[in-house]
Nanobody, 122 residues
Framework: VQLVESGGGLVQPGGSLRLSCAAS????????MNWYRQAPGKERELVAT???????NYEDSVKGRFTISRDNAKNTVYLQMNSLKPEDTAVYYC?????????????????WGQGTQVTVSS
């Protein structure tokens, strides 16, 4: 099971970007999907979460600016980022809890994407 991100880049303050993360491989279902970010010299932090029931949660600094969504038919999670600030500059990672059926039992994997750089600068 693999997660592959896309959509990062350089944007001016106040601009927008949309990140995507697609899951591939053989699995039964995708449960919680998350976006994290890690800025230089800082620890990785949870930015946004969406459950299989489409409940969402956001880190305080991105509330009202970022929107997490998912397309279950495409096994993809998105992060729409608006009103970007220089302090949003970081490598963004997606992560998901994915149920896999082994043939005899279910177990959960929690893979990470490779990361995509978001730079907010004028």
């Amino acid at each position: 099971v693999q997660l592959v991100e896309s959509g990062g880049g350089l944007v001016q303050p106040g601009g927008s970007l949309r990140l995507s993360c697609a899951a591939s491989g053989s699995f039964f279902s995708i449960n919680v999907m998350n976006w994290y970010r890690q800025a230089p010299g800082k620890e990785r932090e949870l930015v946004a979460t969406i459950t299989s029931g489409l409940s969402t949660n956001y880190e305080d600094s991105v509330k009202g600016r970022f929107t997490i969504s998912r397309d279950n038919a495409k096994n993809t999670v998105y992060l729409q980022m608006n009103s970007l600030k220089p302090e949003d500059t970081a490598v963004y990672y997606c992560n998901a809890d994915i149920s896999v059926y082994s043939g005899t039992s279910y177990y959960t994997l929690s893979p990470w994407g490779q990361g995509t750089q978001v730079t907010v600068s004028s």
